[in-house]
């Protein structure tokens, strides 16, 4: 019984250990990295200028075309 106790014990250590480094690895990165350059994912320098708001739209336009294209290819084979 005492040991059935120690190796749950010890196993639940493992997966909040794990949980921690995942958690880190993953999610804390991106959260980090936005802390040292002061931009996170959603900020935008200038809202209310129009290149940067063009240069958006046509910048993740072309990203979803580009990933259109590359499921297209995965299942035909057509273009790459």
């Keep these: 019984m005492d040991r059935d106790k120690r190796e749950k014990d010890q196993a639940d250590k493992i997966i909040q250990r794990a949980e921690r480094e995942s958690h880190n690895i993953f999610t804390g990165a991106l959260h980090r990295l936005g802390r ?27 990203g979803f075309v580009f990933l259109i294209v590359l499921i297209v290819n995965l299942f035909t084979g057509w273009f790459f």
């Design 36 to 62: 040292m350059t002061g931009l996170s994912a959603g900020d935008d320098v200038s809202r209310s200028d129009p290149a940067e708001k063009w240069g958006r739209i046509i910048g993740r336009s072309l």
